[in-house]
């Protein structure tokens, strides 16, 4: 559910808060310890045994960002338990890769040479580490994760270059030193010939930015980001935040981006004294943070949503803005970029908007989708429409695989308050069963000739946020409109069902199929049943559902959704949409 922040909000006038006032839903606290608070709730409980087991695990990634996260409230805080909480994980780590360097590699460590050499720099600085302790390490570390001919411009190119830059500066006498200098140089340059990124994902693009900057502000480059070329890349962003703040995603993202493009668009601001930049910070902040996931607050021990809470920290930590200019309001546009090619004025992003003061209407449409992260299948579809500052609709981006996926509407609550159902229909409820539908009268017309005609080739259940054990039991998938229901599959057999289901009996001596998760992580489950049919017979398409977990508990926040793939028709041997 999106909601709407009071108009009672105001700003306060002293550091960090003078910019984002006091805007938590329930507790009254400036940003930084709403940030500490959550990184709290999700470091919890926090034991060495445990940063000791992350590490067998080879969770490369998250453990370094964990220490450089505490590192940074650290700083922000002057807390002295974050420093001791870095160092704690750093020397676990360290302990551990001497005895084992294969515990240096991990999936997606890309992120970590830049953590580890951060983390280095500040125990040096605060004296926690003395001399030449876990000099030789870290360069080892730094070795093991060098690429040199991992050239490009996207983020998990900048993340490499950044993690270098960083090993650069602490061990220029190091044996391969001049090497990782060279690579540095080489990245910056692949991406500053263009003076632009080909990199077609709001999230992504965030990351890349960020390190971009920090590259920059860390190499004596600074000067070459305050150029008229370089703001109308930052403008482009700027432009397509949607009047209400929010960022929308399009390419391999998900729903609004948050956390990285506060810190980008302060870092912007800073850069070249316009505080449009700030503001959009700011108006980010303030609707995006009571819009927020459960999973980004709940207490626990999740370290990858605990570790974006330090971007907040990190704002903290940049110096005192002073305005100089700012951008007037603008309309609809079509934002250009630059490819890798070096080919420009390349649509971008349509924006159509009369203005952006919030409350104004705002759809977004991506033009390019090519580069890195695209999604061309979406080409031209619409990627997001809000009014009033509520989104009313967002694609399906990364999960989309073809253009038929494209402006697909999915309807399924999951709200704790059961809302719009009532407590009642709470779809958190285990043991209950519920019948939820998708309204498909918004789908691709398949006929010339018959406007009111649709059809759709496969189903997908698609499961989030359950747990290892849940189970999930599905019945009587149907269509329902005028004509009454027509049964797709009465799951009575396993026939059209992909893998990850089985066969069960249900409390009336009949046949259902059940899915157990087997993790934490998002699931899909395909049912390979196609119709066509009139609007003027059905309209919806559903089925019955349950859900209930190994340890009988009354909710679990499981999200269940229903997709149904449009069927599209051709038109003069040209698919259309």
Request: one cysteine or more.
């Amino acid at each position: 559910m999106i909601q709407k922040l009071s108009a009672s909000i105001f700003l306060c006038l002293w550091g960090i808060v003078s910019v984002y006032g006091n805007l938590h839903p329930v507790i009254d606290k400036d940003p930084l310890s709403i940030a500490v608070e959550a990184f709290d709730n999700q470091t919890h409980p926090y034991s060495k045994e445990r940063i000791r087991k992350e590490i067998q695990n080879r969770n490369v990634r998250w453990t370094t960002h964990l220490m450089t996260a505490a590192g940074t409230f650290y700083e922000a805080t002057g807390q002295k338990r974050f420093l001791d909480m870095s160092e704690e994980i750093f020397r676990c780590a360290v302990t551990a890769w001497e005895k084992d360097e294969q515990l240096m590699r991990g999936r997606d460590d890309f992120f970590s040479t830049r953590n580890v050499a951060a983390t280095y720099k500040l125990l040096k600085k605060e004296g926690r580490l003395k001399g030449n302790e876990a000099r030789r390490i870290v360069i080892r570390f730094a070795d093991l994760h060098f690429e040199p001919h991992f050239i490009t411009d996207h983020n998990q190119g900048q993340e490499r270059a950044l993690g270098f830059t960083r090993m650069y500066n602490l061990f220029p006498d190091a044996p391969n030193a001049n090497l990782w200098k060279a690579y540095t140089d080489t990245m910056w340059n692949f991406w500053y010939a263009n003076k632009d990124v080909d990199e077609t994902a709001t999230l992504y693009s965030a990351i890349h930015l960020n390190d971009i900057i920090t590259i920059a502000q860390e190499s004596g480059r600074t000067e070459l980001l305050q150029t008229p070329e370089i703001e109308q890349w930052f403008s482009r962003y700027l432009h397509q935040q949607a009047p209400s703040g929010y960022m929308p995603e399009y390419g391999d993202d998900f729903f609004f981006a948050y956390f990285e493009w506060i810190v980008v668009f302060e870092k912007m601001a800073r850069l070249t004294g316009n505080a449009s930049y700030q503001e959009a910070a700011r108006k980010l902040y303030k609707t995006g943070l009571p819009n927020l996931p459960e999973k980004y607050t709940k207490r626990g021990w999740f370290l990858r949503d605990a570790c974006e809470w330090a971007s907040i920290a990190e704002i903290a930590l940049l110096p005192p803005f002073i305005p100089k200019t700012s951008t007037p309001d603008w309309g609809a546009m079509v934002t250009t970029r630059t490819n890798r090619e070096g080919q420009s004025g390349i649509p971008d992003q349509l924006l159509l908007t009369a203005s952006h003061v919030p409350g104004t209407p705002f759809v977004m449409s991506d033009l390019y989708a090519e580069g890195s992260h695209k999604h061309p299948n979406l080409r031209g579809t619409i990627n997001y429409f809000e009014t009033d500052c509520c989104p009313h609709f967002h694609g399906v981006q990364r999960h989309a695989t073809d253009m038929r996926h494209g402006n697909t509407v999915i309807l399924m609550k999951e709200e704790s308050n059961g809302f719009p159902f009532g407590e009642g229909s709470n779809r958190w409820l285990t043991n209950r069963w519920f019948t939820d539908w998708i309204d498909f009268s918004s789908s691709t017309h398949i006929s010339e000739s018959d406007p009111q005609m649709r059809g759709f080739q496969s189903i997908t259940f698609r499961f989030q946020n359950g747990q290892p054990g849940e189970v999930i039991c599905i019945d009587k998938v149907r269509l329902r409109g005028k004509a009454g229901e027509k049964i797709l599959h009465d799951c009575n057999t396993l026939d059209a069902w992909g893998n990850g289901v089985e066969l069960a009996d249900n409390e009336k001596g009949g046949k259902i199929i059940r899915i157990t998760l087997k993790d934490n992580s998002i699931h899909f489950i395909n049912l390979k049943v196609a119709a066509d049919f009139s609007l003027n017979d059905y309209r919806y398409i559903g089925c019955d559902w349950k859900h209930y977990t190994t340890d009988d508990r009354i909710k679990s926040p499981m999200s269940f959704k229903i997709r149904a793939y449009n069927k599209i028709r051709k038109t003069s041997g040209r698919l259309c949409t």
